[in-house]
């Protein structure tokens, strides 16, 4: 993946410090470990889970994948990438034949359409640096909201690029309540929820995070270790203990 981020004029791959294989990997462990719990309910028997972060990066990249078995000519720039606007950049999902279409009657531009260069697939990947030249001329015209605006109404998904911060005020989150404020010995500060909602269950963040050994005691209680079990590690380093 981070091979496939060189950009024109880059010599080497752009920095990219998101936790892609160890999230996504604890997603597959995670469906992984509900479909043993489903198995041992019919066999009555567990099982051992291996998951690789390896094979789970690899999942991410389907189309790739296929491309790297077959002689592929790559298009002059990808066909998924950002297109300038007045004020930023927007990406648009330009997934099938009717969303290019949509794209083309946005820019007010419908003989794109017919155009030799994108009228056919085929011939509209390898001119697709072409098409997005094309467009940028019109897309630098407006602002990021009105090219969406513009996008929306000709049924072409496209989202603003917006940073973090930006994106934590998006009232979508708001509505699904996808923040929880937790507490710790630093303060409060906001945590993501599960991205999921469960009809019949509780999914939240619990609202405070505890410091270093104040659980201890309960969790090697729970665990079976005596009392004075218990003191001794703590007298001899080996667990910290926090009253």
């Known amino acids: 993946m981070a091979h496939m981020a060189y950009q024109p004029d880059r010599d080497r791959p752009d920095n990219c410090g998101i936790y892609i294989a160890d999230i996504v ?4 462990a995670f469906g992984a470990i509900m479909a043993a719990l489903a198995q041992r309910h019919l066999t009555g028997l567990g099982q051992h ?14 189309s790739e994948v296929q491309a790297a078995q077959f002689p592929v000519v790559p298009p002059g720039r990808p066909m998924f990438g950002p297109v300038r ?3 930023g950049f927007i990406m648009p999902a330009v ?41 940028e001329t019109w ?8 090219c969406q605006s513009a996008f929306d109404a ?12 930006e994106v934590l005020d998006d009232p979508q989150l708001a509505h699904r309540r996808a923040l929880s404020s937790v507490k710790d010995e630093g ?12 009809s019949g269950a509780h999914v939240r963040v619990a609202p405070f995070a505890a410091a270093l050994g104040e659980q201890t005691r309960e969790i090697l209680e729970l665990a079976g270790y005596a009392t004075e079990e218990i003191e001794k590690m703590s007298a001899d380093g080996i667990v910290g203990l926090r009253e």
């Open 95 to 135: 997934a099938s034949e009717k969303t290019f279409q949509g794209i083309c009657q946005a820019a007010g531009h419908p003989e794109w359409i017919q155009d030799p260069r994108f009228a056919l697939y085929p011939d509209r990947r390898g001119h697709w640096a072409a098409f997005i030249d094309l467009l």
């Open 187 to 198: 303060g409060r500060f906001n945590v993501l929820n599960p991205p999921f909602r469960l």
């Open 85 to 87: 606007t007045k004020d």
């Open 25 to 28: 990997s604890g997603t597959y």
């Open 49 to 62: 889970i291996d998951v690789s972060m390896l094979e789970t990066m690899l999942s991410l990249m389907t």
């Open 154 to 165: 000709a049924g072409v998904p496209s989202s603003p690029y917006r940073t973090v911060k």
């Open 139 to 146: 897309s630098t015209t407006l602002t990021t909201t009105a």
